[in-house]
């Protein structure tokens, strides 16, 4: 079964920074990633996703995932957050070719003061 | 287009209390699931469906059932419930193979 493995629980960053979170998942086979963000009070939402081809992939609002294989990695990146990037950050996977049963990890809460 | 809707919003039982959280889609979805959101946990799947009159149990089953009598419903329910219960549940639904889930606004259930 997979697993997924989010190293940092909370994050604070001023505006303008550079923001990293890390995602690490087990699987041995071939996997679907994504990112979800839930903003408070709200459902979660869909960053953006990885499915196959390119191993950069870029979501809304100016986020990207890249995925590396070797590492068995998809950590999000964003080049200068903002303070309405204050949110909790969700990573998943779920095994392609088979059942859609997402594994979410345990989030990161991203606090980004003004 | 409604996508994903959950009712109640809202509510507090007492341990032992019983009580059915709904959620219905509007996008012909096949499969649906049922969340628990907890601090510190993420998201676990507590049980989900893969089409019309078919459940089957996720990570943390226990204490819920479900069912699945229309394909554009998945109700949750609670025979007697507990403290360990009191949580945010997410109700998500999804269509084609390889594509995102599509979650509801959450019902934020306190058991006292």
């Known amino acids: ?114 | 287009n409604a996508g994903v809707t959950q009712t109640p919003k809202f509510r507090v039982l007492k341990t032992g209390q019983s009580m059915t959280l709904l959620c219905a889609q509007d996008m012909n979805h096949e499969y649906m699931y049922w969340y628990r959101q907890d601090p510190g946990m993420g998201l676990r799947l507590i049980h989900y469906s893969v089409g019309e009159g078919t459940t089957a149990k996720g990570e943390v089953p226990d204490g819920y059932n479900v069912s699945r009598l229309k394909k554009q419903n998945f109700l949750l329910g609670l025979e007697s419930a507990a403290p360990s219960q009191t949580s945010v549940y997410f109700c998500a639904s999804l269509g084609q193979y390889n594509s995102p889930l599509h979650f509801g606004n959450g019902t934020r259930l306190t058991v006292t």
């Open chain 1, 1 to 114: 079964a997979q697993s997924v493995s989010q190293h940092n629980h909370h994050v604070i960053l001023s505006e303008a920074a550079s923001l990293e979170l890390g995602c690490n998942y087990s699987y041995g086979g071939t996997v679907n990633l994504f990112w979800y963000v839930q903003y408070p009070g709200q459902h979660l939402q869909l960053l953006l996703k990885y499915f196959s081809g390119d191993p950069l992939v870029k979501g809304i609002k100016g986020f990207e995932a890249e995925f590396i294989k070797s590492k068995f990695s998809f950590n999000l990146r964003k080049p200068s957050v903002q303070w309405s990037d204050t949110a909790e950050y969700f990573c998943a996977v779920n095994a392609a070719g088979g059942f859609q049963k997402l594994v979410f990890g345990t989030g990161t809460r991203l606090l980004v003061s003004p």
